[in-house]
């Protein structure tokens, strides 16, 4: 029986409760193709619907699928094809990196000849050069994170579930991990799906993002469309904060919106052209320095906690 | 005891064995909210611990509120730490962890019980501070940490990775907090990796890497300092190769360069930013050029930091 | 779905792209999933001198009980002498006897091995949070512990069976001529038995307590000292009912009572073994069961076996089903 396969994964009237408690009740979403993030404050959902994706879980009503198969009835069907970065610290003791992603391909299926050979691909792609032969208790944080990437990765899923993937690590750390999810998610034949709290790391490696909160979907779609604002309202960054700056703006036709500190938020008429040169006109009248501008995007955070906040 | 609300380091070194923690390493932190970054292996901990009074100095001297804070109950009475690691009495509720911390700092009776639900209040948890523990998520179990952190009303607190498992919610509620403790005259160190988010927290940051300070002070200051390093500039228009060949004419302009991934783009680097930009307006009003975008990466803290440990 | 732009080098396109790569190669059936986690026990545990030193100690213990076999026979047939041409010389022990010394003697070594092979399987798991890398595989909680009961048991089995097998082809090679084919034509499906239920109850004990704990030591301490308890409580309790049942000098009356006592005496991991080892062989009580002055040795009988194989069960299906629960309590995803 196959589900009608809209997006890479999907739920559709889902209902899932804990003995009486409903956590979801006829929730239904899509997983589009690509890099997908998931948001939501602790308790919206995003953990029930994690498990029921993967087949834990029987919906009490509704149905889900994950790349078309039930997740109701073909649980293990859908683990062999999904990977699963968890949020915890996770290995198997008394192993190197190689036998542990070599052991982990087994058990999603892989003989074990495949197995040894894709793990040392895998942990090749993942960054992870002699330190391989190591055992896996004797790893930084970056490392851990890195072998459980590949882990995730070994079989071959065609869908990856990433639980704060940044976790622990430190600037450099996270922008090696931010790359290799931004790389693995675009052009390779799998979509993924990150689940984090730090809405940057979203911003950087995803394409479009699911919100829940309290159980509800309340916001979904490409991340570009949901931060672009309307009109012709500039973001312009000052070397300092200059008064004199907004005076001549206000001169020249515009109006000063939102200020922080040296940043300022510059609004024109509706279908203004040229507000660039309107822009540096302005700092040349009142003597300001103008550092940069750009057409005003909110952060994913502003439209995040405009979401939550109603 | 002075009551400064300072740390200072004067000096100081630490090592374990042949390995070495902290080399030789100087500064003052001053009431407010300092940030503590570095890679990981910088030595951080090395200092957290050295602050807090859980190890001593090699070489060195450290006096934190007029005071050396090793195995020293009076700093120890004013200082409060909210570590990283995660252990708790998973059996108790979250109100008897914070109460038991206030014994042992020596409160007893209304007093404590006062002092307990206050703290408990600032942090957010009492409709749930009488659960236990083992049931908590990790924003909770963040929460209750740093409750037990300040029920004794602390002069200096030292938060390490504060925000680690807390939503975007939690994140800005805390982050509230610790300005809010920041302006009543608390010396605030948090250690994080969140680089971005430490930017919007504080201006004041300290930087450790391989056991060395490599900078301290506020990050506009740090910036202007590295101004001396090229920074790259990207502007968005209709014609970049033209506007290309007028800014190669301004001699702050180092190089120019045509992304192939994007046809409206050019991109230029400068030693000379401040000289730059000054020109900029000059430059684009004259050619009748018309910018879309002009944004300098490079402007950020994650920039900054990411120069600092590869130079 | 994204299309992939990955390329292996070829006449075209010289140049290979050694990014990430799909795998869409091959996988193995389902069945035997478990498998891949027994090998996995089976790999650790087999690097360990400790599993080693042990079982060079049960061959030696194995070995010994045949050469006394060989070398009392010997003797036995001498003093004896021959019977009518063609008899089959008198036996001072009977093979199964021996077989049965021998795997009651080794029965400590099989739950020391248990303690070394077993008490980290599922609690070093524990402590690593390993299941949530297991469960997001497709393989089963079922699997995994049954993969992990399957590679202690057969390490322990394989300790004690071999050298068992051994045994009987010493026999059989050694006293074919005596007519050993022709007495004993089952003893090889009776010795595995007996050999085998003590391996099947260690594992299963030591799996319960494993399940339970996130520190390998803790598991096999309390492991330890559940069967020292055992086995000290059932030979106390056993012995003194036993001596109430014999202080009456009637030798007619009390036989019911003293095979009691005697079956008290042996509830625990080695007595069940033992018992249900005396039945399958068809030991004499008196020749092997240590009984102190002559008086009280003559009442010695063997334990009643029933009971004994619903102690066994016990101490098999309890701590299987506690394992269970124990690995069934675990989540994947925590929020």
Same mark, same amino acid.
């Given at each position: 029986?196959?589900?009608d396969?809209?997006?890479?994964?999907?739920?559709?009237?889902?209902?899932?409760?804990?003995?009486?408690?409903?956590?979801?009740?006829?929730?239904?979403?899509?997983?589009?193709?690509?890099?997908?993030?998931?948001?939501?404050p602790?308790?919206?959902?995003?953990?029930?619907?994690?498990?029921?994706?993967?087949?834990?879980?029987?919906?009490a009503g509704?149905?889900?699928?994950?790349?078309?198969l039930?997740?109701?009835?073909?649980?293990?069907?859908?683990r062999?094809?999904?990977?699963?970065?968890?949020?915890?610290?996770c290995?198997?003791?008394?192993?190197?990196?190689?036998?542990?992603?070599?052991?982990?391909?087994?058990?999603?299926?892989m003989?074990?000849?495949?197995?040894?050979?894709?793990a040392?691909?895998?942990?090749?792609?993942?960054?992870?050069?002699?330190?391989?032969?190591?055992?896996?208790?004797?790893?930084?944080?970056?490392?851990?994170?890195?072998?459980?990437?590949?882990?995730?990765?070994?079989?071959?899923?065609k869908?990856?579930?990433?639980?704060?993937?940044?976790?622990?690590?430190?600037?450099?750390?996270?922008?090696?991990?931010?790359?290799?999810?931004?790389?693995?998610?675009?052009?390779?034949?799998?979509s993924?799906?990150?689940?984090?709290?730090?809405?940057?790391?979203?911003e950087?490696?995803?394409?479009?993002?699911?919100?829940?909160?309290?159980?509800?979907?309340?916001?979904?779609?490409?991340?570009?469309a949901?931060?672009?604002?309307?009109?012709?309202?500039?973001?312009?960054?000052?070397?300092?904060?200059?008064t004199?700056?907004g005076?001549?703006i206000?001169?020249?036709g515009?109006?000063?919106?939102?200020?922080?500190?040296?940043?300022?938020?510059?609004?024109?008429?509706?279908?203004?052209?040229?507000?660039?040169?309107?822009?540096?006109?302005?700092?040349?009248?009142?003597?300001?320095?103008?550092?940069?501008?750009?057409?005003?995007?909110?952060?994913?955070?502003?439209?995040?906690?405009?979401?939550?906040?109603? | 005891?002075?009551l400064?609300?300072t740390?200072?380091?004067?000096h100081?070194?630490?090592?374990?064995?042949?390995?070495?923690? *902290?080399?030789?390493?100087s500064?003052?932190?001053?009431?407010?909210?300092?940030?503590?970054?570095?890679?990981?292996?910088?030595?951080?901990?090395?200092?957290?611990?050295l602050?807090?009074?859980?190890?001593?100095?090699?070489?060195?001297?450290?006096?934190?509120?007029?005071e050396q804070?090793?195995?020293?109950?009076?700093?120890?009475?004013?200082?409060?730490?909210?570590?990283e690691?995660?252990?708790?009495?998973?059996?108790?509720?979250?109100?008897?962890?914070?109460?038991?911390?206030?014994? +042992?700092?020596?409160?007893k009776g209304?007093?404590?019980?006062?002092?307990?639900?206050?703290?408990?209040?600032?942090v957010?948890?009492?409709?749930r501070?009488?659960?236990?523990?083992?049931?908590?998520?990790?924003?909770?179990?963040?929460?209750?940490?740093?409750?037990?952190?300040?029920?004794?009303?602390?002069?200096?607190?030292? +938060?390490?990775?504060?925000?680690?498992?807390?939503?975007?919610?939690?994140?800005?509620?805390?982050?509230?907090?610790?300005?809010?403790?920041?302006?009543?005259?608390?010396?605030?160190?948090?250690?994080?990796?969140?680089?971005?988010?430490?930017?919007?927290?504080?201006?004041?940051?300290?930087?450790?890497?391989?056991?060395? +300070?490599?900078?301290?002070?506020?990050?506009r200051?740090?910036?202007?300092?590295?101004?001396?390093?090229?920074?790259?500039i990207? *502007?968005?228009?209709?014609?970049?190769?033209?506007l290309?060949?007028?800014?190669?004419?301004?001699?702050?302009?180092?190089?120019?360069?045509?992304?192939?991934?994007?046809?409206?783009?050019?991109?230029v680097?400068?030693?000379?930013?401040?000289?730059?930009?000054?020109?900029?307006?000059?430059?684009?009003?004259?050619?009748?050029?018309?910018?879309d975008?002009?944004?300098?990466?490079?402007?950020?803290?994650?920039?900054?930091?990411?120069?600092?440990?590869?130079? | 779905?994204?299309?992939?732009?990955?390329?292996?080098?070829?006449?075209?396109?010289?140049?290979?792209?050694?990014?990430?790569?799909?795998?869409?190669?091959?996988?193995?059936?389902?069945?035997?999933?478990?498998?891949?986690?027994?090998l996995?026990?089976?790999?650790?545990?087999?690097?360990?001198?400790g599993?080693?030193?042990?079982?060079?100690?049960?061959?030696?213990?194995?070995?010994?009980?045949?050469?006394?076999?060989?070398?009392?026979?010997?003797?036995?047939?001498r003093?004896?002498?021959?019977?009518?041409?063609?008899?089959?010389?008198?036996?001072?022990?009977?093979?199964?006897?021996?077989?049965?010394?021998?795997?009651?003697?080794?029965?400590?070594?099989?739950?020391i091995?248990?303690?070394?092979?077993?008490?980290?399987?599922?609690?070093?798991?524990?402590?690593?949070?390993?299941?949530?890398?297991?469960?997001?595989?497709?393989?089963?909680?079922?699997?995994?512990?049954?993969?992990k009961?399957?590679?202690?048991?057969?390490?322990?089995?394989?300790?004690v069976?071999?050298?068992?097998?051994?045994?009987?082809?010493?026999?059989?090679?050694?006293?074919?001529?005596?007519?050993?084919?022709?007495?004993?034509?089952?003893?090889?499906?009776?010795?595995?038995?007996?050999?085998l239920?003590?391996?099947?109850?260690?594992?299963?004990?030591?799996?319960?307590?494993?399940?339970?704990?996130?520190?390998?030591?803790?598991?096999?301490?309390?492991?330890?000292?559940?069967?020292?308890?055992l086995?000290?409580?059932?030979?106390?309790?056993?012995?003194?009912m036993?001596?109430?049942?014999?202080?009456?000098?009637?030798?007619?009356?009390?036989k019911?009572?003293?095979?009691?006592?005697?079956?008290?005496?042996?509830?625990?991991?080695?007595?069940?073994?033992?018992?249900?080892?005396?039945e399958?062989?068809?030991?004499?009580?008196?020749?092997?069961?240590?009984?102190?002055?002559?008086?009280?040795?003559?009442?010695?009988?063997?334990p009643y076996?029933?009971?004994?194989v619903?102690?066994?069960?016990?101490?098999?299906?309890?701590?299987?089903?506690?394992?269970?629960?124990?690995?069934?309590?675990?989540?994947?995803?925590?929020?």
């Amino acid at each position: 029986m196959s589900l009608d396969s809209h997006g890479v994964a999907s739920v559709e009237n889902l209902t899932v409760r804990y003995g009486t408690k409903t956590i979801l009740s006829d929730f239904s979403l899509v997983i589009p193709d690509g890099c997908t993030g998931l948001l939501g404050p602790n308790g919206a959902g995003k953990t029930t619907l994690l498990k029921t994706l993967l087949g834990f879980v029987s919906p009490a009503g509704g149905r889900g699928q994950v790349l078309g198969l039930d997740v109701a009835t073909q649980g293990m069907l859908i683990r062999q094809k999904i990977g699963l970065m968890p949020e915890q610290d996770c290995h198997i003791p008394g192993m190197n990196a190689v036998t542990f992603v070599a052991y982990a391909g087994e058990l999603a299926g892989m003989p074990a000849s495949q197995a040894m050979r894709r793990a040392h691909e895998v942990l090749e792609y993942c960054g992870l050069g002699e330190a391989r032969y190591r055992n896996v208790e004797t790893y930084s944080t970056g490392m851990k994170q890195r072998i459980k990437l590949a882990q995730a990765l070994v079989h071959g899923p065609k869908l990856l579930f990433l639980d704060e993937p940044t976790n622990g690590l430190d600037p450099e750390g996270r922008d090696q991990m931010l790359d290799l999810i931004r790389d693995v998610s675009h052009g390779k034949g799998l979509s993924v799906v990150v689940s984090s709290h730090l809405l940057p790391d979203i911003e950087r490696t995803c394409d479009s993002v699911l919100v829940l909160r309290r159980g509800e979907l309340i916001l979904s779609g490409p991340i570009d469309a949901l931060r672009s604002t309307t009109g012709c309202t500039v973001d312009v960054e000052l070397a300092e904060k200059s008064t004199a700056f907004g005076e001549s703006i206000t001169a020249l036709g515009g109006t000063i919106g939102e200020i922080k500190g040296n940043r300022v938020r510059v609004a024109f008429a509706d279908g203004t052209k040229g507000f660039g040169t309107l822009v540096f006109r302005a700092a040349k009248l009142s003597g300001a320095q103008v550092r940069g501008f750009a057409p005003a995007q909110r952060s994913l955070e502003d439209v995040f906690m405009e979401a939550i906040d109603q | 005891m002075n009551l400064d609300n300072t740390i200072h380091f004067e000096h100081v070194s630490r090592w374990y064995g042949q390995v070495i923690g *902290l080399n030789d390493v100087s500064f003052t932190i001053p009431k407010g909210l300092t940030a503590l970054l570095g890679p990981n292996g910088a030595g951080k901990s090395t200092m957290l611990k050295l602050v807090t009074g859980q190890i001593k100095p090699t070489t060195g001297g450290i006096a934190v509120l007029g005071e050396q804070p090793f195995a020293n109950p009076r700093v120890a009475r004013n200082l409060g730490y909210c570590p990283e690691i995660d252990n708790f009495y998973e059996d108790m509720t979250g109100r008897q962890f914070v109460e038991l911390m206030a014994t +042992l700092s020596g409160y007893k009776g209304e007093d404590r019980t006062k002092r307990v639900q206050n703290s408990i209040d600032r942090v957010g948890m009492s409709d749930r501070c009488d659960r236990k523990l083992g049931g908590y998520s990790k924003g909770m179990r963040q929460r209750i940490k740093v409750a037990q952190a300040i029920v004794h009303d602390p002069k200096v607190l030292v +938060l390490d990775e504060p925000l680690n498992g807390l939503d975007p919610l939690g994140r800005r509620d805390m982050v509230n907090l610790y300005q809010q403790f920041a302006e009543e005259g608390m010396c605030v160190l948090i250690s994080s990796h969140i680089l971005y988010e430490v930017e919007q927290i504080t201006d004041r940051i300290l930087v450790m890497y391989k056991g060395r +300070l490599l900078a301290q002070g506020g990050i506009r200051d740090i910036r202007k300092q590295i101004d001396s390093h090229p920074h790259r500039i990207s *502007l968005t228009t209709d014609n970049p190769r033209k506007l290309a060949g007028a800014l190669l004419l301004d001699d702050t302009v180092i190089s120019a360069r045509m992304p192939q991934d994007n046809h409206r783009v050019v991109e230029v680097e400068t030693a000379q930013p401040d000289k730059f930009y000054s020109n900029l307006a000059d430059i684009i009003l004259d050619g009748g050029f018309e910018v879309d975008v002009f944004q300098a990466p490079d402007n950020n803290l994650e920039a900054v930091f990411r120069y600092l440990v590869s130079a | 779905m994204s299309q992939p732009n990955v390329q292996d080098a070829t006449v075209n396109n010289p140049i290979a792209d050694l990014t990430y790569r799909n795998y869409d190669g091959p996988l193995t059936s389902h069945t035997f999933r478990w498998w891949v986690v027994a090998l996995s026990v089976l790999r650790t545990n087999l690097k360990k001198p400790g599993f080693w030193i042990n079982g060079a100690l049960i061959v030696l213990i194995f070995l010994f009980q045949a050469l006394l076999f060989f070398f009392s026979n010997n003797v036995a047939a001498r003093i004896g002498g021959a019977g009518a041409a063609g008899d089959a010389p008198q036996k001072l022990m009977s093979y199964g006897t021996t077989a049965y010394q021998a795997i009651s003697a080794t029965s400590l070594l099989v739950t020391i091995a248990a303690l070394i092979v077993g008490s980290g399987s599922i609690a070093a798991d524990n402590r690593a949070n390993a299941l949530l890398v297991y469960l997001s595989k497709p393989i089963t909680k079922g699997d995994y512990l049954l993969g992990k009961w399957m590679g202690v048991f057969m390490l322990l089995a394989g300790m004690v069976v071999l050298p068992t097998i051994l045994l009987w082809v010493f026999y059989a090679t050694t006293y074919a001529d005596e007519g050993f084919f022709k007495q004993e034509p089952w003893l090889w499906a009776k010795l595995l038995g007996a050999s085998l239920i003590s391996p099947v109850i260690n594992t299963s004990l030591m799996i319960g307590f494993s399940a339970c704990t996130k520190n390998a030591r803790l598991a096999g301490s309390l492991f330890a000292a559940f069967t020292f308890i055992l086995l000290t409580v059932s030979n106390t309790a056993g012995f003194l009912m036993f001596r109430n049942a014999t202080l009456d000098q009637d030798l007619g009356a009390g036989k019911a009572v003293v095979r009691r006592a005697i079956t008290v005496q042996h509830i625990s991991v080695r007595g069940v073994a033992d018992g249900l080892s005396m039945e399958l062989l068809d030991v004499d009580p008196k020749k092997v069961m240590a009984g102190g002055p002559k008086k009280l040795r003559k009442r010695l009988q063997a334990p009643y076996p029933l009971p004994l194989v619903g102690i066994g069960l016990l101490m098999i299906i309890l701590p299987i089903s506690i394992a269970r629960a124990k690995i069934r309590a675990v989540e994947v995803v925590s929020g």
